[in-house]
């Protein structure tokens, strides 16, 4: 692909937020990508947290970590799970981070006695982050997504930014509004004043949108593009319908259909006569949506009122069915609901139980009454962080008879506290960012399930986010009763990967797996617990059979 100076495309949203920028942007980034191109994404957020990583997920949903250990917004999940390119604590930017290296600067003198003000300082710096990416991984394409709507007081300042860098870059830089046309089913017709009115308060900050992205659910006729086209001062063909998918892996398809790419490429004054390799991608979609299997797993966790706090886990099973041939519906149960005495008739149809990564002790027991049930019940199981520290209190209890085990996180007076605070952690005060966060390695033992299903590796590296650690002191109980570590820090010792003896899939991870799940690269972990799952026979299957 020929050089020419990196190309910034803005993403700002109107009429109501969580329409979608993320997935536009993503998509977006997909067929430039498959066009040949190098594109990152960058999402920046308006709040004043430093980051999401203190924010409780009912707040803000899932928080994704990165390898080199920032906690950042959802979305960046999304860009590395469409573009398979890891992203970086540079891809997330918040209003907080922005302050804080302003203020910082000017504590240093930097700004020489100056009035700090929000223009030029504070638009300054939110500029240098615009430029960033360019400058340390020479894109063609950096695409910026911009939190919040048009009209929000806290998204003016990274608006008044979008004016200046479109004035200092020209044509080097484009502006992509994502808007709402509602349908009213009194009328039966969908209604263009609500964007015309998002677009006015765009121009009067001084942005003029060059294209239009209208989400929708249903078809956008041409009457509707024109109008929209003659009142908001965009060109007819840069009026693009965002129709409702059934799945966020088919809107790159239907963006490639309405010729977004194309369209950014001639507004920026780039060639058109490459035609995006899409072909891998639709190979995927045609598994997705067409499976031969259906299997139902269980997500036990205390946050499954808001599925978007496990966002990247149900990801994963997508990645995971597709690769299978399979689709995966995930029944969603609160580790607050569930007991010794109702967990059998939850689990029922259930070939699979993931229980999920979280902090502090609320609904703690019945994470462990699911694992006993799935440890005696040979169903397979996979503990995620949390969920793999619940599996090692659940086997000290009820197999080692150490009845009080527990984690010092939530007992901190237990007899036996089988998974403990890492000693570096213990002179932790400050809450953001002071986990152990990012990506590790992992030496794998030797003939392990675990390194079959990594193919043979010898070392991974996986991305975590915790504070407590199984206690070393108890390994050796463990081990001698058939709960084995087959996965460890090669240098600390840290037991990152257990696996039981005596069952066909029971595997407990100190990491995130979650956050490398790609549609490229499924996570191996998902892709072989969904073909467990495939093979394990429900109780009410195995009845069947033997009356057969």
Known sequence: MSSFPTKYIFVTGGVTSSLGKGIISASLAKLLQARGYSVTIQKFDPYINIDPGTLNPYEHGECFVTDDGAETDLDLGHYERFLNIPTSQANNVTTGRVYQSV????????????????????????????????????????????????????????????????????????????????????????????????????????????????????????????????????????????????????????MENEKLDEVVLKKLGLPTDTIPDMKSWKEFLEHLSHPKNLIRVALVGKYVELKDSY???????????????????????????????????????????????????????????????????????????????????????????FKDAHSTEMNPATSHAVIDLQEAQKKVTRMGGTMRLGSYPCS????????????????????????????????????????????????????????????????????????KSTVANPHPLFVDFVKAGLQYKTPQEAVKKEKV
């Open 444 to 515: 794998l033992k030797e003939g392990s399930k675990v390194q079959q299903i990594y193919h043979g590796a010898k070392e991974i590296n996986e991305r975590h986010r915790h504070r407590y650690e199984f206690n070393n002191e108890y390994l050796g109980d463990f081990e001698k009763a058939g709960m084995k570590a087959v996965g460890v820090h090669p240098e600390a010792g840290l037991v990152e990967i257990i696996e039981l003896k005596d069952h066909p899939w029971f595997i407990g991870v100190q990491f995130h797996p979650e956050y």
């Open 103 to 254: 203020i910082d600067k000017e504590r240093k003198g930097d700004y020489l006695g100056k009035t700090v003000q929000v223009i030029p300082h504070i638009t300054d710096e939110i500029k240098n982050r615009f430029r960033i990416l360019a400058k340390s991984g020479n894109y063609n394409f950096v695409i910026t997504e911009i939190g919040g709507t048009v009209g929000d007081i806290e998204s003016l300042p990274y608006i008044e930014a979008v004016r200046q860098m479109k004035w200092e870059h020209g044509k080097d830089c484009l502006n992509i509004h994502l808007t709402l046309l509602p349908y009213l089913h009194t009328t039966g017709e969908l209604k263009t004043k609500p964007t015309q009115h998002s677009v006015k308060s765009l121009l009067e900050y001084g942005v003029q949108p060059d294209i239009l992205v209208c989400r929708s659910i249903c078809p956008i006729d041409e009457d509707i593009r024109q109008k929209l086209a003659r009142f908001c001062n965009v060109a007819q063909e840069a009026v693009i319908e965002a129709i409702d998918a059934r799945t966020i892996y088919e809107v790159p398809v239907l």
């Open 311 to 401: 966002k990247s886990i149900s990801e994963s099973f997508i990645h995971a069915g597709a690769s299978n041939d399979a689709k995966v519906e995930i029944e969603w149960i609160h580790s607050e609901d569930i007991t010794e005495e109702t967990v059998a008739k939850q689990f029922e149809g259930i070939r699979g139980v993931v229980v999920a990564p979280g902090f502090g002790k609320r609904g703690i027991e019945g994470k462990i009454a699911a694992i006993k049930y799935a440890r005696e019940n040979k169903i397979p199981f996979l503990g995620i962080c949390l969920g793999m520290q619940c599996a090692v209190i659940e086997f000290g209890r009820n197999v080692l008879g």
